[in-house]
């Protein structure tokens, strides 16, 4: 007689089933490694801000993208991305980011080299737009000149004062900053400024200024200060043409308001 072994049915137990039939925790999203917070390194090749420019081109990064391939390195607890997205919810603009100061990056936060980095790619921005390639720019009126100056002088956070040097034919020479800071007589000297226009032989100059608190009415010393620069331009033989005061989107001429 024929015995018959009783017949062990196992269950296989899918590949990669911990005992006690827990399943594995599932790996985390891209979107979670790729979040602000998570250092820029652990995520995925793709989305880091870097790669992607040198992929797609910077036109394909959003602002707080840009902002943090300038910044490199986050700071403990932050990427760069995360640092990025902070300064631009501070600051709400980009505008109003580029015209900080350097040491106002360091007061948020950011080492040294980070804030002189933003300080020098928000310059050579503002110098990009009044850059003009071929021939030099001639000023016909005073909004030729307020719009050459305007993208650099108004967002400016202290006052500076330029002179821009012109040839007969009311062409730029070139320009020249005389101070930063406060502006009066005591700081910007007839000598000083009529310097540059003897050496370059220009044939008249254009001063101008800004106002950091956007309105460029002029003040009782920038008064004092055109007429006290006229009068020194009458005795060198090389005349001021004007004295623009630039605001936010605004100016104010001297000449066209006939005080010169």
Not at 80 to 89: H, K, P, R, V
Not at 184 to 194: T, Y
Not at 209 to 220: A, K, Q, R
Request: aromatic share 4%; glycine share 8%.
């Amino acid at each position: 007689m024929v015995k018959h072994r009783a017949v062990m049915h196992r269950t296989v137990k899918p590949a990669g089933v911990a005992k006690g039939n827990a399943r594995p925790a599932a790996p985390a999203p891209l979107a979670t490694l790729a979040s602000p917070s998570t250092p820029i390194a652990r995520w995925p090749i793709c989305d880091r801000p870097r790669e992607k420019l040198l992929e797609k081109g910077p036109q394909a990064l959003g602002n707080s993208e840009l902002l943090a391939v300038l910044l490199r390195t986050g700071t403990r607890g932050a990427s760069a991305l995360a640092l990025a997205m902070d300064l631009l919810g501070q600051y709400r603009t980009l505008r109003g980011l580029s015209s900080r100061l350097p040491r106002e990056f360091t007061r948020r936060g950011l080492g040294p080299a980070k804030a002189a980095t933003l300080a020098a790619a928000f310059e050579l921005g503002r110098r990009v737009m009044t850059e003009v390639a071929g021939p030099r720019p001639r000023f016909r009126s005073s909004a030729d000149v307020a719009a050459h100056f305007m993208p650099r002088l108004r967002d400016a956070r202290r006052e500076v004062f330029k002179i821009a040097l012109l040839d007969s034919g009311r062409r730029l020479i070139r320009e020249k900053t005389v101070t930063v800071g406060t502006l009066n007589l005591a700081l910007v000297h007839p000598r000083e400024v009529f310097r540059e226009a003897i050496v370059e032989n220009a044939a008249g100059i254009v001063l101008l200024h800004n106002h950091p608190g956007g309105d460029p009415s002029p003040s009782e010393e920038d008064a004092k200060l055109t007429q006290a620069l006229a009068r020194a331009g009458e005795a060198t033989g090389i005349p001021v043409l004007d004295h623009i005061v630039i605001g936010d989107n605004r100016y104010y001429s001297f000449a066209d308001s006939h005080r010169l």
